[in-house]
């Protein structure tokens, strides 16, 4: 059974990597992710602030050095805080492809198109196989409209094309207006791969401090369907490869993505829940599932239940939202 995968132009043994997580701070989580078969792994963000901390003295434009910046920027985690600086991360890179044989992506984490991207070259350098850009923002001013922030996105991806060899996936949230026009002009931008979707972490109220509580919570199987739904629309449209990240807990969940038209699946929660042998799981249930349909190739899965082939997909999108909702029996 053939279960091979294509991502980012590099070959993989199945469709099931790891993403961003607390595994990719130390070599040895990372040998274990290897070792219990993951086919490529993402290592966690290096943060912008971290790099313009560390090279400009400044963080989200608060010059750190200024007296009256210490109240701004208490709201930040300090540099210590962070499992590692930007020259450690490219040390740490350089250490992990010597100890693993799997593809490995950096990964960057930001909000603004500026010189800190340039730091994506130190990536490269330190010998990243490819680089995943997760370009992190909740816009709060009234004035911006929803333009300006794809066009910044956009061109940081040209500009990272334009500097870098190895290819450059790019990790979108769900709230965009139109999320097929932006994937379009990603493509037209040079971008690899769109990885769909981060997950919109929010924070809670402590209304016995009167605080904000920040809460990172893993992800189920109910996050998922957006997912599918944005990966069919895209699948056989646009050139990028296409990875689903989040909601995926089960080998059912994986199968899903798959029929949907995702090329791979990143597993993130799953692996932090389960520990790093569920993704054997899932290449079993994946297998098993293959096998009872008869079906010998991955490329038979992909994008089997995707609207490449729907003629007037806005028409066939309606149709199932009016379906859904005469769905309910009560």
């Given at each position: 059974?053939?279960?091979?995968?294509?991502?980012?132009?590099?070959?993989?043994?199945?469709?099931?990597?790891?993403?961003?997580?607390?595994?990719?701070?130390a070599?040895?989580?990372?040998?274990?992710?290897?070792?219990?078969?993951?086919?490529?792994?993402?290592?966690?963000?290096?943060?912008?602030?971290?790099?313009?901390?560390?090279?400009?003295?400044?963080?989200?434009?608060?010059n750190?050095?200024?007296?009256?910046?210490?109240?701004?920027l208490?709201?930040?985690?300090?540099?210590?805080?962070?499992?590692?600086?930007?020259?450690?991360?490219?040390?740490?890179?350089?250490?992990?492809?010597?100890?693993?044989?799997?593809?490995?992506?950096?990964?960057?984490?930001?909000?603004?198109?500026?010189?800190?991207?340039?730091?994506?070259?130190?990536?490269?350098?330190?010998?990243a196989?490819a680089?995943?850009l997760?370009?992190?923002?909740?816009?709060?001013?009234?004035?911006?409209?929803?333009s300006?922030?794809?066009?910044?996105?956009?061109?940081a991806?040209?500009?990272?094309?334009?500097?870098?060899?190895?290819p450059?996936?790019?990790?979108?949230?769900?709230?965009?207006?139109?999320?097929?026009?932006?994937?379009?002009?990603?493509?037209?931008?040079?971008?690899?791969?769109?990885?769909?979707?981060?997950?919109?972490?929010?924070?809670?109220?402590?209304?016995?401090?009167?605080?904000?509580a920040?809460?990172?919570?893993?992800?189920t199987?109910?996050?998922?369907?957006p997912?599918?739904?944005?990966?069919?629309i895209?699948?056989?449209?646009?050139?990028?490869?296409l990875?689903?990240?989040?909601?995926?807990?089960t080998?059912?969940?994986?199968?899903?993505?798959?029929?949907?038209?995702?090329?791979?699946?990143?597993?993130?929660?799953?692996?932090?829940?389960?520990?790093?042998?569920?993704?054997?799981?899932?290449?079993?249930?994946?297998?098993?599932?293959?096998?009872w349909?008869?079906?010998?190739?991955?490329?038979?899965?992909?994008?089997?239940?995707?609207?490449?082939?729907?003629?007037?997909?806005?028409?066939?999108e309606?149709?199932q939202?009016?379906?859904?909702?005469?769905?309910?029996?009560?």
């Amino acid at each position: 059974m053939d279960t091979r995968t294509s991502y980012l132009g590099m070959r993989l043994e199945h469709p099931f990597i790891a993403g961003a997580s607390p595994f990719g701070y130390a070599v040895d989580t990372i040998k274990r992710l290897e070792d219990a078969g993951c086919a490529a792994v993402v290592l966690h963000s290096l943060f912008e602030e971290q790099i313009s901390y560390a090279y400009a003295g400044h963080v989200a434009h608060i010059n750190v050095f200024e007296r009256d910046s210490a109240e701004l920027l208490s709201t930040f985690p300090g540099p210590e805080e962070y499992p590692l600086g930007p020259d450690e991360y490219a040390a740490h890179i350089v250490r992990v492809k010597q100890a693993v044989r799997i593809p490995v992506i950096g990964s960057l984490n930001g909000r603004t198109p500026e010189d800190w991207l340039k730091f994506a070259g130190v990536i490269e350098q330190a010998g990243a196989d490819a680089i995943e850009l997760n370009m992190y923002e909740v816009p709060t001013e009234l004035s911006v409209p929803s333009s300006a922030i794809e066009d910044r996105l956009v061109y940081a991806v040209k500009e990272l094309k334009r500097r870098l060899k190895i290819p450059i996936a790019v990790k979108l949230s769900l709230f965009w207006t139109a999320p097929a026009n932006l994937a379009h002009q990603l493509d037209q931008a040079g971008a690899d791969g769109l990885v769909l979707f981060n997950r919109f972490y929010q924070p809670d109220i402590d209304i016995g401090n009167m605080t904000i509580a920040p809460q990172a919570e893993l992800s189920t199987s109910v996050e998922l369907l957006p997912r599918l739904r944005w990966v069919s629309i895209l699948h056989g449209r646009i050139r990028p490869s296409l990875a689903v990240t989040g909601g995926v807990a089960t080998p059912e969940d994986g199968i899903k993505a798959l029929l949907a038209g995702a090329d791979v699946v990143q597993l993130v929660s799953a692996l932090l829940r389960h520990g790093p042998q569920h993704v054997g799981s899932m290449r079993q249930g994946l297998e098993q599932w293959m096998a009872w349909h008869k079906m010998d190739r991955l490329d038979e899965v992909r994008g089997a239940l995707s609207l490449h082939a729907t003629a007037d997909r806005d028409s066939f999108e309606r149709a199932q939202y009016i379906r859904t909702l005469h769905s309910w029996l009560g």
